[in-house]
């Protein structure tokens, strides 16, 4: 057996592309939020209405969400819990040879949140199940060690709980059901920015006629708004943020389960990377998954957006220093930047509660820095 990915049997290869297949799913949806989240007329349309003593600024309408988004969202969620029925499955037949079809029948994974009702489940293993899901078996083992029922508070808040829930709705009921939230509103004019200022919002899809927010009359107080994308929890009235469900799910799945499913132990190292190459055959799939990204699509969609966001404002702030060059050169030079590398300087201007003059001092010598570089990248002489 190839040195790569030793912990891994053969057997098991194979749940690696189930993995790097979702998360390419995940990446197809990512796409179509950023360009959805970033569409040049923005999400939300707003409306002032002028009331006795202050105006309140009323939602008036949302651009729709694109259909195909929850539906990939679906086929995301039920291609990760396929890795890890796949991977028990694998398991079963290793142990026990073929099974026969009344045995295959009982093979799934349960997401048990009581213990009660997992010892309801073995116990029809019991009867008509393979040895290896017999009682004090060791696959049988992993599997309780990933039941939500050993979550003490909120187990159904537990992965596999999760999973079960997205999957057997949008298997059976209807596709994801998702929504645009507003996340935040954060009062903008303050430099550096304070998270005093920022109002997080309730976790509920935003409705047309909701007022968000209300200014006294005649003043005029800006505002910069964070639209996300929610998902339901099926039978819930939770709403959390679509795209870090995604990741979280996937993360554990491909971190937490399916290795602990494998190998019954904590995850062993290297651990399965988020995708790599399967648009290909391999003659060797245990270095393909060598050569994979450990970056999931979620990261990469997260710091997708933050560093379109973070061109749009610094276009802007650079613009306005002395020696500066042109809004165009400052867009030509942010655009050179990757994502990674954008955001790392981005970090170096991280906003705090404090205003202290030594603060202050360094970020305006990261501003320097930054506008420097663009003057290099425009052929413009800098001082030395």
Do not use: W
């Given at each position: 057996m190839s040195s790569s990915y030793a912990w891994l049997p053969d057997h098991h290869v194979a749940v690696a592309a189930t993995l790097a297949h979702a998360d390419e799913l995940i990446g197809e949806v990512a796409s179509l939020l950023f360009d959805y989240q970033t569409q040049p007329e923005g999400i939300i349309r707003l409306r002032e209405v002028p009331m006795v003593t202050h105006s309140q600024t009323v939602v008036t309408g949302m651009s729709p969400i694109p259909c195909k988004i929850p539906l990939l969202v679906a086929d995301a969620l039920v291609v990760l819990r396929n890795a890890i029925e796949h991977t028990l499955f694998a398991e079963i037949e290793h142990q026990d040879g073929s099974l026969d079809e009344k045995a295959a029948k009982t093979v799934e994974m349960p997401a048990a949140q009581t213990y009660e009702a997992f010892e309801a489940w073995v116990k029809v293993r019991a009867r008509n199940g393979s040895p290896s899901l017999q009682r004090g078996s060791e696959l049988l083992k992993r599997i309780e060690g990933l039941q939500p029922?050993?979550?003490?508070?909120?187990?159904?808040?537990?992965?596999?709980?999760?999973?079960?829930?997205?999957?057997?709705?949008?298997?059976?009921?209807?596709?994801?059901?998702?929504?645009?939230?507003?996340?935040?509103?954060?009062?903008?004019?303050?430099?550096?920015?304070?998270?005093?200022?920022?109002?997080?919002r309730p976790e509920v899809p935003l409705q047309v006629g909701e007022v968000i927010a209300e200014t006294p009359r005649g003043q005029h107080i800006p505002v910069a708004l964070f639209p996300t994308i929610g998902i339901n929890r099926p039978g819930t009235e939770r709403w959390p943020v679509l795209m870090k469900e995604l990741d979280e799910l996937a993360t554990w799945v491909r971190t937490q389960a399916v290795p602990r499913l494998i190998t019954g132990i904590e995850p062993p190292v290297p651990v399965l990377p988020a995708r790599y190459e399967i648009s290909v055959g391999h003659e060797d799939e245990r270095r393909a998954l060598s050569h994979g990204s450990a970056t999931s699509a979620a990261q990469l969609h997260s710091d997708r957006l933050g560093a379109a966001s973070a061109r749009l404002d610094m276009v802007e702030t650079i613009a306005q220093m002395d020696d500066a060059p042109s809004a165009e050169q400052l867009s030509a030079w942010l655009e050179s930047l990757s994502d990674q590398d954008l955001l790392a300087r981005m970090r170096q201007l991280r906003p705090t509660a404090a205003y202290e003059q030594e603060t202050v001092l360094s970020y305006f010598a990261v501003l320097e820095k930054m506008r420097d570089e663009a003057r290099r990248f425009a052929d413009l002489p800098v001082e030395q």
């Open positions: 029922f050993h979550r003490n508070v909120n187990p159904q808040e537990h992965p596999m709980a999760l999973l079960a829930l997205h999957t057997n709705h949008s298997k059976h009921r209807a596709p994801a059901v998702t929504a645009v939230r507003l996340a935040a509103i954060h009062r903008e004019g303050r430099t550096p920015p304070s998270l005093a200022d920022i109002e997080r």
